[in-house]
């Protein structure tokens, strides 16, 4: 019933800034907390942060904790993800996934997933 599209990855060189966006389909986008994830070649899928369905709190790996911001917006559909202090290590594909439940960090928990977004990131 919903439909993910991430956008606004690029290459950056290291301590430079992304914002990251996320568009939902529908309007029952409003009803669920959202995540970010990441994927490195030869990495498994990765918690980034998550944010509740009205945005009232947000949580982060500790990896990104300090740099990284989500947020949302639901009148639009919205979901975001601010990336500051940019580090190669941060280089990945970026996906953002409707959470089944609430709060979840594991991606097992989520469903709706986007297409990613490449996020490259040069020493």
């Known amino acids: 019933q919903v439909q993910l599209v991430e956008s606004g990855g690029g290459l950056v060189q290291a301590g430079g800034s992304l914002r990251l966006s996320c568009a939902a389909s529908?309007?029952?986008?409003?009803?669920?907390?959202m995540g970010w994830f990441r994927q490195a070649p030869g990495k498994e899928r990765e918690f980034v942060g998550g944010?509740?369905?009205?945005?009232?709190?947000?949580y982060y790996a500790d990896s990104v904790k300090g740099r990284f911001t989500i947020s949302r917006d639901n009148a639009k559909n919205m979901v975001y993800l601010q990336m500051n202090s940019l580090k190669p290590e941060d280089t990945a594909v970026y996906y953002c996934?409707?959470?089944?439940?609430?709060?979840?960090?594991?991606?097992?928990?989520?469903?709706?997933w986007g297409q990613g977004t490449q996020v490259t990131v040069s020493s």
């Open positions: 944010i509740s369905w009205n945005g009232g709190s947000t």
């Open positions: 996934a409707v959470d089944r439940l609430r709060s979840s960090k594991s991606p097992e928990k989520y469903d709706y």
């Open positions: 529908g309007r029952i986008f409003s009803i669920y907390d």
